[in-house]
């Protein structure tokens, strides 16, 4: 068990790397092991360093830097190993416009091998999907599930807006 | 293997029944506060087998059944259906598509089946860890949650590497 | 000390009946105690029904209505006992369009002897302030406070974006 | 009695000093995710004489002097001022400002002052009680904070009403 763990992490750690310079261009993330010596038992840690700011604890990391290291993680795990889906719930919403077009490449790196459900109130996401769902409460307490739309280049603003609200 | 559709009917605010389909790719739900987009993913975790009524906001699992509003009486049970297409042979049962269902009733019986056959939370619990989808907690991001990964403990992002690997 | 807290009690259960008409129009929140028998002692509950919905736990509201409810709590203590300021930090990022209109409308409600300091990445609640100040990082690392506005209805669209992004 | 000025000088990442007027009324403050927005929030917690590093986001409290960048080298000490209105006497001192000073050194050392005189910390908290300004707990909320109010036990609300009593 030790085996695949320490394989695993290998590869998640390379992909953490380089999918770190898609989220934080010029900046540097790596994964560690906290307890080299007992791979049955480390644990594992993660450093960031944002652009060309000096590395400290993650805590001191702004709201939207710390949503986007997370999900670099995650990602660099479902990268490695695809699972068949994933879904995320208003992970975007701590991120300003230019996180949130990286945080758009990132789940670009993800859509070959993986399904992806994403809940958004951003309108960039809401353009980067293949398809749009929109629920509504039209009578109070009752969800309706109000148009789906095939390739959402083809949605107007309009119908966005509309969905939206 | 991907989702190919979703079935609610009573449970939350999906009072009536609602179908969704999903194809490959990214899709992107969006809609106004409290319109039922999270219950939307709480229902995919139920469904999957969530033994935890507070990871899908609840207090007890009886919550989940649809409690009435001005305009409609509360409901006696709660059901969701799950189909993933299976044409790449990815869980090893010879059917293109695998349904996944579970019903709660009011008095607090419970019932699981697989393509129509009623069998076992353990059968289901088989059949996602055959499928790779044995334990959802990094695929399934809940609203709120992106950065707990960055303060679990160093243990438990190891967990998340094992339980990929 | 009894009376004092029963006294600012009933104050603050009487404007959060109010100022939960503002948040929730149709809807119906109310605090009580959970323990009247020992006033000493005794802790304090949240009721909240949004809109013509059924009363329910709390947990099981949406993310943008569990915002709202808290700070119409936060909001009444205010009000009832008015600090000299308050600091709120992107206690808006859960709400929609409509919600964030209700938030502005409760913020309203405590300018006349409360100074507020917000720190917002939305448009509605940048336009809703007397004064803008702008944080950037032109130097990585550094913050630098780029400009202050006097009287926003003076800021155009263009002076906004500068600032946000 | 309001917030009048607010001066930082090594704190986090005002590694510059930085002056930022206020008035009476609604200041928006904006910016680009890690800018620097929630540290001055953070400023004016440990200014007021928050004692939690946690509280700012920090492991120890020399976490808050500014630690160097590719650019800058580190800084021996953090100093944040706040200067208060009091021409309404809400504070019982024959002032008509009050400034409020907390310096931090690397080697662990702190002083505080009031209009210039070092003082000891309970100083200043005997002024913040007598300005209304006892606990900022329910006056001061942090990013992502804000429904820990919905979370608590019923005990800990009682204690934000008590404290405002
Ligand atoms: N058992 C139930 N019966 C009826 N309504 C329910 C039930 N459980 C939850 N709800 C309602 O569902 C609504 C919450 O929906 P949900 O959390 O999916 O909203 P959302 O679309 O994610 O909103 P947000 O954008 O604010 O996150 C709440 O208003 C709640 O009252
Ligand atoms: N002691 C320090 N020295 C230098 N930089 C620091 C220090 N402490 C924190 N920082 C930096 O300050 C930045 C965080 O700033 P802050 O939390 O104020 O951002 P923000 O403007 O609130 O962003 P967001 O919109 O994402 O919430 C981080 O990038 C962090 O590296
Ligand atoms: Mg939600
Ligand atoms: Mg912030």
Same mark, same amino acid.
Not at chain 2, 19 to 35: A, H, I, M, Q, Y
């Given at each position: 068990i030790a085996n695949a763990f320490e394989v695993a992490f290998s590869?998640?750690?390379? &992909?953490?790397?380089?999918?770190?310079?898609?989220?934080?261009?010029?900046?540097?993330?790596?994964? &560690?092991? &906290?307890n080299p010596e007992n791979p049955l038992e480390t644990g594992v840690d993660?450093?960031?360093r944002p652009g060309e700011k000096s590395i400290k604890r993650l805590s001191l990391l702004s709201g939207g830097e710390r949503s986007l290291v997370a999900l670099t993680f995650l990602f660099s795990v479902i990268k490695c190993r695809p699972a068949p889906f994933c879904i995320l719930d208003e992970v975007d919403a701590a991120l300003d416009d230019i996180n949130l077009c990286r945080f758009l490449d990132l789940v670009a790196?993800? =859509?070959?091998?993986?399904?992806?459900l994403i809940i958004s109130h951003q309108k960039r996401t809401m353009e980067a999907g293949d398809y749009l769902y929109g629920i509504s409460m039209? =009578?109070?307490?009752? =969800?309706?599930?109000? %148009?789906?739309?095939? &390739? %959402?280049?083809? =949605? %107007?603003?309009?119908e966005t807006n509309q969905l939206e609200n | 293997m991907f989702l190919k559709s979703l079935v609610l $009917?009573?449970? $939350?605010?999906?009072? !009536?029944? #609602?179908k969704l389909d999903f194809e490959p790719g990214v899709t992107v739900v969006v809609g106004p506060n409290g319109s039922g987009k999270s219950n939307l993913v709480d229902a995919i975790s139920w469904v999957l087998g969530s033994q935890s009524p507070?990871?899908?906001?609840?207090?007890?699992?009886? !919550?989940?059944?649809?409690?009435g509003s001005k305009k409609r009486a509360a409901l006696g049970r709660a059901e969701v259906s799950l189909v993933f297409d299976n044409e790449s042979g990815t869980?090893?049962? !010879?059917?293109?598509?695998? $349904?996944?269902?579970? #019903?709660?009733? $009011? #008095?607090?019986e419970s019932e699981y089946a697989i393509n129509g056959s009623v069998c076992r939370l353990m059968d289901v619990a088989d059949l996602l860890s055959d499928g790779g989808m044995g334990k959802s907690q990094h695929t399934i991001v809940s609203q709120g949650e992106v950065d707990t990964v960055l303060n679990d403990r160093s243990e438990e992002r190891r967990l998340v590497i094992e339980e990929a690997a």
């Amino acid at each position: 068990i030790a085996n695949a763990f320490e394989v695993a992490f290998s590869d998640i750690a390379a &992909s953490f790397e380089q999918l770190f310079q898609i989220a934080f261009p010029g900046g540097e993330g790596k994964l &560690s092991l &906290s307890n080299p010596e007992n791979p049955l038992e480390t644990g594992v840690d993660i450093t960031a360093r944002p652009g060309e700011k000096s590395i400290k604890r993650l805590s001191l990391l702004s709201g939207g830097e710390r949503s986007l290291v997370a999900l670099t993680f995650l990602f660099s795990v479902i990268k490695c190993r695809p699972a068949p889906f994933c879904i995320l719930d208003e992970v975007d919403a701590a991120l300003d416009d230019i996180n949130l077009c990286r945080f758009l490449d990132l789940v670009a790196e993800l =859509t070959n091998d993986t399904q992806l459900l994403i809940i958004s109130h951003q309108k960039r996401t809401m353009e980067a999907g293949d398809y749009l769902y929109g629920i509504s409460m039209p =009578t109070e307490g009752i =969800t309706k599930v109000i %148009s789906e739309k095939k &390739s %959402s280049n083809q =949605t %107007s603003n309009q119908e966005t807006n509309q969905l939206e609200n | 293997m991907f989702l190919k559709s979703l079935v609610l $009917k009573g449970f $939350k605010s999906f009072a !009536d029944t #609602t179908k969704l389909d999903f194809e490959p790719g990214v899709t992107v739900v969006v809609g106004p506060n409290g319109s039922g987009k999270s219950n939307l993913v709480d229902a995919i975790s139920w469904v999957l087998g969530s033994q935890s009524p507070h990871a899908i906001r609840s207090g007890k699992m009886e !919550d989940v059944i649809f409690q009435g509003s001005k305009k409609r009486a509360a409901l006696g049970r709660a059901e969701v259906s799950l189909v993933f297409d299976n044409e790449s042979g990815t869980i090893p049962m !010879d059917f293109p598509e695998i $349904k996944i269902s579970r #019903t709660l009733f $009011k #008095t607090g019986e419970s019932e699981y089946a697989i393509n129509g056959s009623v069998c076992r939370l353990m059968d289901v619990a088989d059949l996602l860890s055959d499928g790779g989808m044995g334990k959802s907690q990094h695929t399934i991001v809940s609203q709120g949650e992106v950065d707990t990964v960055l303060n679990d403990r160093s243990e438990e992002r190891r967990l998340v590497i094992e339980e990929a690997a």
